[in-house]
């Protein structure tokens, strides 16, 4: 399945079924659903030539590794209408493109079921912006968007890994461990003048250098280990 031209549906779904044949999309092509975006390419895969971007009113399913080629980013972004609903789930990706310098993703919810190998390219998983959203790092407390040290080990990148930022309104660590490739790793609560990071779980943090950043404070009620630079900010701007 080839897609030169961008696609958008107005009222349903927006499915794309490759087979075995996988399917794949053009440079720069946007894919747009008012409902939800499915991509199915059974035993094949998925091609993305960067610039591109994905998003969903609802949730975002990939069921197999994607393969992403093409320079700039790649934007995935479900939950578009900021209602709190919209999982994006994806199967593994891979950037093998040199000139893909940033792949950005965004959601109520996420279920990472295969790795997500970034290279040298930046990566960003945030939440969708939906009011009061909570992203939870670590072991899962059974609310908000949870991020478990099984997806983290799977977020892969020389570069920098950010969790959270714009559209995330409260950040809980919660016995997280990392101890990944990441140059830098990036802890952001940044949604509103509210918004609050939290580490209430004993956590762990290997890396060359953590960032820690909120508008509205952040509150150490557990200890927190990092086996690099620490900067913490909690009056972010």
Not at 1 to 15: H, P, Q
Not at 115 to 136: F, N
Not at 208 to 219: D, F, K, S
């Amino acid at each position: 399945l080839f897609v030169n031209g961008s696609l958008t549906t107005t009222v349903s779904d927006l499915v794309l079924d490759g087979s075995s044949a996988g399917v794949t999309a053009g440079v720069g092509r946007k894919l747009t659903s008012a409902a939800n975006l499915v991509v199915a390419a059974g035993s094949g895969f998925v091609r993305v030539t960067a610039p591109a971007s994905w998003q969903a009113v609802g949730h975002i399913s990939i069921d197999t590794s994607v393969k992403v080629f093409g320079v700039g980013s790649f934007a995935l972004a479900a939950d578009s209408d900021n209602s709190g609903a919209g999982t994006l789930s994806t199967a593994g990706m891979s950037v093998l493109g040199a000139g893909v310098d940033l792949i950005s993703m965004s959601a109520a919810d996420y279920s990472i079921g295969g790795a997500v190998q970034a290279g040298s390219a930046s990566l960003t998983l945030d939440a969708s912006g939906a009011p009061g959203s909570t992203l939870v790092l670590g072991t899962n407390t059974g609310t908000g968007i949870e991020l478990d040290n099984t997806e983290l080990s799977l977020l892969v990148t020389s570069a920098t890994l950010t969790l959270g930022g714009n559209g995330t309104h409260s950040f809980e660590v919660h016995a997280a461990t990392y101890a990944g490739t990441a140059a830098v790793l990036q802890l952001q609560a940044l949604a509103s003048s509210i918004a609050v990071l939290r580490v209430d779980g004993v956590s762990s943090l290997t890396v060359p250098q953590a960032v820690l950043q909120a508008r509205a404070g952040i509150n150490i009620s557990a200890p927190l280990t990092v086996a690099g630079h620490l900067a913490a900010d909690g009056a972010r701007a």
